[in-house]
């Protein structure tokens, strides 16, 4: 087995022809939406560029041990580098403390490889730091950075590495390769890609890590319990939220909160055929039903404006207010509860 990618062909060609001709960068930056696999990527073109067993120019055998190590990050000459906490900061200490690691020579391979994940998480002073490594590296060093977008980057970070960008794929087409390529029923697979909005590495894990799928049901469960509560609860949700998630976090959350109100609006329009959360079909269609197309255009705007403020400094727990202020309140006469515990049952 070589490389394992699904979508960004061109972005794996490429990869695989600089290996193969010999021609290896010193460093990479691998730009996407967190889940659509930057790092599975950078870690496979590890393999590909320290593997001992090469079937073919550019490709890596998965089974030696370098390929085996890398994969399961325990490589002695990769060092991986990322903020301490999910939502905290990659600060200047931990890039100085990998320069020094990455001017020892390599222990076992031909490189020392470094990983630095989740990028815009460093500080300027990080950042500058990283620039200097980027600008004198080391001989036989190859950086690989992740990142959610280059523009969080120092347009000089940028400027010294190969930039990919990795983009999700259509939810159709990703399903396909679920069923495909992981023998995973068509119906699940659907799902799955939908929930993934298209991200294989999310896919993937919501394919294999079921508990995962159960925790995407209950985000959607506490967003009904929101638009049921008082103004007193919801903004006390606000306090917590801004208080507690990080900014990638709070990202993600949204994006489910606009899957969910893009299924009540398909509801709407009666098309209930394709919907993300069909757990939560009775429970869509009665929030359909007591808001109908201007009030749910309305939401969406909201909930799409909150993201877009999320990309600047404001203040977040106010936006949550406004937010949730606007939100429509909702009777349900089902409890979402039972939505998760049936699909838990399944798992
Ligand atoms: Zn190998």
Not at 197 to 211: C, Q, S, V, W
Not at 248 to 256: C, K, M, N, R, T
Not at 280 to 304: N, Y
Not at 306 to 318: M, P
């Amino acid at each position: 087995m070589s490389w394992k990618y699904y979508g960004n062909e061109a972005a794996v060609a490429l990869l695989r022809s600089q290996v193969a001709r010999g021609w290896v960068r010193q460093a990479y930056l691998f730009c996407g939406p967190s889940g659509v696999g930057r790092r599975t990527l950078a870690l496979q073109l590890a393999q590909a560029v320290s593997c001992l067993h090469p079937p073919h120019p550019g490709e890596f055998c998965s089974r030696c041990r370098p390929c085996k190590l890398l994969a399961e990050m325990r490589h002695p000459d990769l060092e991986v580098v990322e903020s301490e906490s999910r939502s905290g900061t990659l600060r200047v200490e931990q890039v100085r403390e990998l320069q020094h690691r990455l001017s020892l020579t390599p222990y076992e391979g031909r490189y020392r490889i470094a990983l630095i994940l989740r990028c815009e998480e460093a500080n300027l002073n990080a950042q500058n730091a990283l620039l200097k490594t980027l600008e004198e590296p080391p001989q036989r060093v190859i950086l690989l950075l992740t990142a959610e977008n280059s523009e969080s980057l120092l347009p000089t970070i940028v400027s010294r590495c190969e930039v990919l960008h990795l983009r999700a794929m259509p939810p159709k087409a990703l399903a396909r390769v679920l069923v495909e390529c992981e023998q995973c029923d068509p119906i699940v697979a659907a799902q799955i890609a939908r929930l993934a909005a298209g991200r294989p590495g999310e896919a993937l894990r919501l394919l294999h890590e079921p508990e995962r799928r159960i925790a995407l049901l209950h985000t959607v469960e506490e967003h009904l319990h929101l638009l049921q509560s008082s103004m007193l609860n919801r903004f006390a949700l606000a306090e917590r939220l801004s208080r507690t998630l990080s900014k990638a976090e709070i990202v993600l959350l949204l994006e489910h909160w606009i899957t969910f109100w893009r299924d009540v609006l398909l509801s709407v329009y009666q098309d209930q055929e394709e919907l993300t959360y069909s757990e939560f079909r009775p429970q869509i269609v009665e929030i359909a039903a007591q808001t109908g197309e201007k009030r749910v255009l309305q939401v969406l705007h909201d909930l799409r404006q909150v993201l877009e403020a999320t990309q600047s400094n404001v203040n977040l727990r106010l936006a949550f207010e406004v937010l949730f202020l606007n939100l429509p309140h909702i009777f349900l006469d089902r409890s979402p509860e039972s939505a998760v515990r049936e699909a838990t049952q399944r798992e």
